[in-house]
T-cell receptor, first 115, second 114 residues
Framework: EPEVTQTPSHQVTQMGQEVILRCVPI?????FYWYRQILGQKVEFLVS????????KSEIFDDQFSVERPDGSNFTLKIRSTKLEDSAMYFC?????????????FGPGTRLTVT | AQSVAQPEDQVKVAEGNPLTVKCTYS??????LFWYVQYPNRGLQFLLK??????LVKGSYGFEAEFNKSQTSFHLKKPSALVSDSALYFC????????????FGSGTRLQVQP
């Protein structure tokens, strides 16, 4: 069964550094997403991406965040200058087609620790 | 703004007994509702969804959920629990107006005891 994959599984970085989290969505999917879960809190939506542009973003997704689909398979989340409060589990997801009834399939997550 | 409540942090049931994991939601307009399960060191796995139609929806691994519009609930159920069902369960909602962002509940940890 096709799966969403994410690398690395765990990233440790120092405050102020840039990090790039990588995801490979399911190959025939068209919509891509990033969510995050701060320890002990709810899973929160960050951004959705379709047709090489952001289709929706939350208040969390400020100017320090950016997303990109650099090639036909990868989808990345960049955090330009990490803060302590960016420490969280980051989940990538994808969904197929343009119908909004499709469910989202999630990757295993990248745990980001900012020190 | 849309929201989801999972009132129980933890649910314990004996293997073979029926289980229910509760979820209530608040959304403008018609809801799209989802259940996901998370096993240790794994991502969120899709279980089932309600979009429209029959209020009882069936999903993976023998799970089902009942949509109740008047009570704004979407409880997850299984007639006979297995020890392997022990995991963290998340309810999620989005509205029908084209926004795709899911709003998640806080999760319910299901423990099935042998």
């Amino acid at each position: 069964e096709p799966e969403v994959t994410q690398t690395p599984s765990h990233q440790v970085t120092q405050m102020g550094q840039e990090v790039i989290l990588r995801c490979v969505p399911i190959s025939n999917h068209l919509y891509f997403y990033w969510y995050r879960q701060i320890l002990g809190q709810k899973v929160e939506f960050l951004v959705s991406f379709y047709n090489n542009e952001i289709s929706e973003k939350s208040e969390i997704f400020d100017d320090q965040f950016s997303v990109e689909r650099p090639d036909g398979s990868n989808f990345t989340l960049k955090i330009r200058s990490t803060k302590l409060e960016d420490s969280a589990m980051y989940f990538c997801a994808s969904s197929e087609g343009t119908s909004d009834t499709y469910e989202q399939y999630f990757g295993p997550g990248t745990r980001l620790t900012v020190t | 703004a849309q929201s989801v409540a999972q009132p129980e942090d933890q649910v314990k049931v004996a293997e073979g007994n029926p289980l229910t994991v509760k979820c209530t939601y608040s959304v403008s307009g018609n809801p799209y509702l989802f259940w996901y399960v998370q096993y240790p060191n794994r991502g969120l796995q899709f279980l089932l969804k309600y979009i429209t139609g029959d209020n009882l929806v069936k999903g993976s691994y023998g799970f089902e959920a009942e949509f109740n519009k008047s009570q704004t609930s979407f409880h997850l159920k299984k007639p006979s629990a297995l020890v392997s069902d022990s995991a963290l369960y998340f309810c999620a909602v989005r509205d029908w107006r084209g926004r795709r962002a899911l709003t998640f509940g806080s999760g319910t940890r299901l423990q099935v005891q042998p």
